[in-house]
């Protein structure tokens, strides 16, 4: 798989959810600074309510601004199967029978794409999964124990 791309697809996704996230942003502190907005009583919350998501969306529109950076300037590094897991890789790991495809930055965790036909998440280092491939290699598995909870990932293939 062409990494290169897949960074492109992703920045393409993410300029589209900054200009969606940005309208909706402009919207709320419409909403939170119109004249209506102003409480009736004290009990009446709806100014404020606004408010708090005006700020919630100012900060996601802020995260993406910050990935888009960081996706602007990654070095895409090449990795085979010989190859330990670290920043920049794709792997594709099988799970109960079903293969996933994660991709390995700093920042993003949680950014889903389609991208060939294939679903890629974007994975952080410091995240259960991503801590547990870390230097790993394609045949090794990958323990994530989530509370009483054990999965093993079975590493299949790293780009």
Not at 21 to 29: F, I, M, R, S
Not at 104 to 120: A, D, L, W
Not at 133 to 156: F, H, S, W
């Amino acid at each position: 798989m062409d990494k290169k791309k897949l960074v492109e697809a992703i920045r393409t996704q993410l300029e589209n959810d900054l200009s969606v996230a940005k309208q909706a942003a402009l919207a709320t502190y419409e909403a939170a600074t119109h004249e209506e907005s102003k409480p009736e009583n004290e009990y009446d919350t709806r100014g404020l309510e606004a408010s708090y998501l005006a700020g919630a969306q100012a900060k996601r529109i802020s995260e993406i601004e910050e990935l888009l950076v960081i996706l602007k300037h990654l070095d895409v590094k090449t990795f085979g199967p010989g190859d330990k897991i670290n920043s920049t890789a794709l792997v594709e790991v099988e799970f109960n029978g079903k293969h996933s495809f994660f991709f390995i930055v700093v920042k993003g965790g949680g950014v889903n794409v389609k991208f060939e036909g294939r679903t890629v998440q974007i994975v952080t280092p410091s995240s259960p999964l991503g801590e547990a491939l870390q230097d790993l290699r394609q045949g090794d598995i990958a323990v994530v124990e989530n509370g009483d909870q054990v999965r093993e990932y079975e590493i299949i293939n790293i780009w």
